[in-house]
């Protein structure tokens, strides 16, 4: 964090968050579409963008323009977004067919605006990139939300040559990415100490991914009061996400006089061969009737569906800070996680949750019963990450980021 002795340009708004004297931000990253002059963007960057929004006069934003399709997650960004159109480029490789319409954007925004915050990794163009601001002499915050290489080393993506490929590039990414930060002495803000160790620099700031307001609490002092113990999982599902570590996990427990269930929430119509090996598991452990597929939960039902689960679980291989945990704690949810990336970083075990070593089903069976079994544990859990969440709003991140901007003033 900050010194408390630096001198900083924030001014509070009459709504009570800080107020930057800057006129402008530039935005890169995301995705939007466009339907009659409005801009939309998924929920989870479209409430950032609005954040940042109420702090700035104006956001000039640089992000592919994909096609628009109706959606109940599309979130509508503030009249005081102007989009610097790039290409609608699918994948990094397909980047490299557009570079010029990239490039074009970037210099757009970042000329327009006093400061620039980027989204993401990796970042197309990205030595480009950080030249524009190096040379207009921008200040430049990049926020860092996972970590790829660990991704890529989570689990086998394919066959040897591509996976070797895929790692050479990021390596490479990463250089460049250090690089581009030096010459434009910029800051890195990132999701976890193992993605901040990873970037060490004297601008190097660690964060927690969340898209909270005030309003998304809901507090309860217990769960697993019920008949059915509802334990809940929630995640985009695909191999890095561990699934299968906790259905064998779930094939153990037991629990006298209680029904216990297993809710798997998130897409999983991307990856065919995942989505049959989970199916065989169920069907190996005769789970037909205690596992219910959710598929794709839309953002606005997530809170009713934690309300009515009362134990929370990640099995994850690789992550950032997952905003689901965050989610979870503000729902009064206890908690089981793995300890990989920056979830140590979000969760305390043993504090406001139970941290089990990845790819272990046997100690998320046992952090599982010890939750069900032990109701003071699961009171204090449940106390102190609803406690430890209340700071952990989308005002407060871009509050932030906004403190790090002064930084380089």
């Not at 969340?210 to 509802?230: M, P, V, W």
């Not at 596992?291 to 994850?316: A, N």
């Not at 991140?397 to 790090?404: L, P, R, T």
Request: aromatic share 10%; hydrophobic share 35%; charged share 25%.
């Amino acid at each position: 964090m900050l010194s408390s002795s630096m001198e900083t340009i924030h001014q509070t708004g009459a709504l009570g968050f800080t107020k930057t004297s800057s006129n402008a931000l530039a935005i890169i990253g995301g995705r939007v579409s466009e339907l009659d002059g409005k801009i939309f963007a998924h929920v989870s960057f479209g409430k950032i963008v609005e954040a940042f929004s109420s702090r700035y006069d104006h956001i000039y934003l640089s992000s592919p323009l994909k096609p628009y399709h109706s959606s109940e997650e599309d979130y509508q960004l503030p009249d005081n977004v102007t989009l610097f159109e790039q290409p609608n480029w699918k994948s990094t490789a397909d980047s490299l067919r557009h570079l010029d319409g990239i490039k074009a954007s970037y210099r757009q925004s970042i000329t327009a605006a006093d400061h620039i915050f980027i989204r993401g990794n990796p970042v197309a163009a990205t030595t480009t990139l950080y030249s524009y601001c190096a040379r207009y002499k921008k200040p430049v915050c990049h926020w860092l939300v996972g970590n790829p290489m660990s991704l890529l080393k989570s689990h086998k993506r394919s066959n040897f040559l591509k996976d070797a490929m895929g790692k050479l590039f990021v390596w490479q990414w990463e250089r460049k990415l250090c690089k581009g930060r030096a010459i434009a002495n910029g800051v890195f803000v990132c999701n976890g100490n193992e993605i901040a160790e990873r970037y060490p620099s004297p601008r190097t700031f660690t964060t927690i991914s969340t898209t909270l307001s005030h309003d998304d609490f809901f507090e309860r002092e217990d769960t697993c009061q019920g008949d059915t113990i509802n334990i809940l999982c929630l995640c985009f599902i695909r191999p890095e996400k561990g699934v299968e570590y906790l259905i064998e996990a779930f094939s153990k427990l037991q629990v006298e006089g209680k029904k216990i269930k297993l809710l798997l929430a998130g897409s999983r119509d991307r990856y065919l061969a995942y989505q049959q090996k989970l199916d065989s598991l169920v069907n190996q452990f005769c789970l037909g009737d205690r596992v219910s597929w959710l598929g794709h939960i839309k953002y606005q039902d997530i809170p009713e569906l934690m309300r009515r689960s009362d134990i929370f679980v990640l099995p994850t291989l690789s992550e950032g800070t997952p905003r689901v945990l965050v989610e979870a704690r503000a729902n009064s949810l206890p908690l089981v996680a793995t300890n990989v990336g920056g979830i140590p970083t979000s969760v305390t075990n043993n504090y406001d949750g139970l941290l089990v070593p990845p790819k272990d089903a046997a100690a998320i069976e046992n952090a599982i019963s010890k939750l069900i079994e032990d109701p003071s544990l699961r009171k204090q859990f449940i106390k102190n990450g609803f406690d430890r969440t209340k700071e952990l709003t989308t005002d407060s991140f871009v509050d932030q980021v906004i403190s790090y901007f002064t930084v380089n003033d």
